[in-house]
């Protein structure tokens, strides 16, 4: 009989018989004996917080990565380094996010001045905005999805799809923000888009004019001047969107509402460690 099958008897029956005797009786040191239940008991911690992780993940989608798991509460108090190893040891890790490039069609009748100028840090609610229309490929076709993002939290404001792109889908998403936050928007409020024809569209100039909104636009070509509103488009399609494939316009709008709600009110953000939406009840 090997050691470690002696070991297992003995560490099955340790509370019926003294561990010395049974070490005698076996033959086997108890200094082999305890070192067997250090890594016993290694290993069943190991297994725990597999579980804990495991579950916490399912309730994420699969979404977090081994530092926003860190600075998940429900009882995952280890290094971040050994999260990580975990992960990796019981394949337990997130997706990899994919980029892709957007392409500007329609001609542009107004441009503004890029106002926010890569300055994506705001230091209250409802001050700088970003947004941008993205696609959500589906067997049925592709809808356009529209949305909000609020650079103080990185909350979505508001939110629309359609089938077809056109100027009154940035329409009704502004509608809905401004709806939304009526209250709470002030005079210095600063909208932040590319140089897509919604945004340079007269319509789009009458709208942001009629709500005291300062447009503010990105230099043709440059993805970086808007990219907190791409960034949004990939965290939703490589969490959600690219690993359910959503078969029709309906399935997609199900996975984003479900998902924005996630992201707002449960997502931890790494550089704050709480969910976009919690930061509101601080100011």
């Known amino acids: 009989m090997r050691p470690v099958v002696k070991y297992h008897v003995i560490y099955r029956h340790k509370d019926e018989y003294p ?26 911690k190991e297994t725990e917080l597999a579980e804990v992780i495991s579950a916490q993940q399912k309730r994420c989608g699969c979404t977090y990565g081994y530092r926003r798991m860190w600075l ?25 996010r994919r980029r892709r490039k957007w392409v500007q069609m329609g001609q542009q009748i107004h441009k503004y001045e890029n106002l926010l100028n890569r300055n994506f840090h705001a230091d209250r609610p409802n001050h700088k905005w970003v947004t941008d229309i993205s696609y959500i490929h589906t067997k049925q ?42 209250k709470k928007v002030t005079e210095e409020l600063q909208l932040h888009s590319d140089q897509g024809f919604q945004y340079t569209s007269q319509a789009y100039f009458n709208l942001t004019k009629a709500y005291g909104i300062t447009p503010s636009m990105s230099r043709r070509g440059n993805c970086y001047d808007n990219a907190m509103a791409e960034n949004f488009f990939s965290i939703l399609k490589t969490e959600c969107i690219y690993r ?15 998902y924005i709600h996630f992201y707002n009110y449960e997502r931890i953000q790494l550089k704050t460690g ?10």
Do not use: W
């Not at 005698?24 to 305890?34: C, E, I, L, N």
């Not at 939290?153 to 792109?165: C, E, F, L, P, V």
């Not at 078969?247 to 997609?252: D, L, Y």
């Open 274 to 283: 709480v969910a976009p939406l919690a930061l509101r009840h601080f100011v």
């Open 72 to 96: 998940e509460k429900h009882s995952i108090h280890h290094n971040p380094k050994t999260v990580l190893r975990i992960m990796r040891k019981y394949n337990l890790q997130a997706e990899i």
């Open 19 to 44: 561990v010395s005797s049974m070490c005698r009786f076996f033959g086997v040191s108890r200094s082999g004996y305890y070192s067997f239940v250090q890594r016993l008991d290694i290993s069943k």
């Open 244 to 258: 359910h494939k959503p078969a029709t316009f309906a399935q997609a709008n199900e996975m984003i509402d479900r």
């Open 141 to 182: 076709g592709v809808l356009y999805l529209s949305m909000i993002r609020d650079l103080y939290d990185n909350s979505i404001i508001a939110y629309k799809t359609g089938t077809q792109q056109t100027v009154n889908l940035v329409l009704d998403t502004i509608h809905l923000a401004m709806k939304k936050e009526k």
